[in-house]
């Protein structure tokens, strides 16, 4: 890796990632042992039965919306995390799908669920317009598309700006990017809330 492209935020990203168990620590740390809490803002929202998680990593909310009697299957793209979320569905008792599998193709039927949920996996993904598309093919007429992610809140404060200014030149996360109007430009209505220290994580609610 040549110096100029070294992105440190990345690198950490990848290694964290790479251990569920140090990702589940990690992820703690950083939000103040908030993490749960804030995945668990998706059931202000979820409706229907069939649900659909994209990026499951360990499965703990996998896990959470199974237990409250939703039928849910889950996708997730790092082969170590899909095999922890499969362990841990096994343990508890449940029988979930579990599939190792791009957000580009998913290997569904049009109209299959009333719900998909992402949280934290957002800006990773580079080609959104090709996921929204994607997920609107798979989701029912008046289904939602619930997501949390962190990224610059909509009042532009000034701590956030001076984080995501130190964080910019070392990520290649989208985490400035206005995932909200892509959502309506597939034809979407989207609402969106900030939370969580200075704003930083957001809650966007697509409807089709």
Partial sequence: MRLRNFRFFDLLYRAYHALPQIYIGVTELFSLGQWEKWQDRVFEDISGKKILE?????????????????????????????????????EAGFDIDILHQSIYHLPFKDDTFDCIVLTFVLAEIDHLDRAIAEMRRVLKKGGKIIVIAGGMPQNQNVIAKILFRLVRSQTTLRLERDNTAFFVSHGFKATREDFGPFQVVNKIVAVK
């Fill in 54 to 90: 994209v990026g499951v990593g360990p499965g703990k909310l996998l896990l959470r919306i199974a237990r409250k009697g939703y039928t849910v299957t889950g996708i997730e793209l790092r082969a170590g995390m899909a095999y922890e979320a499969r362990r841990r569905v096994k």
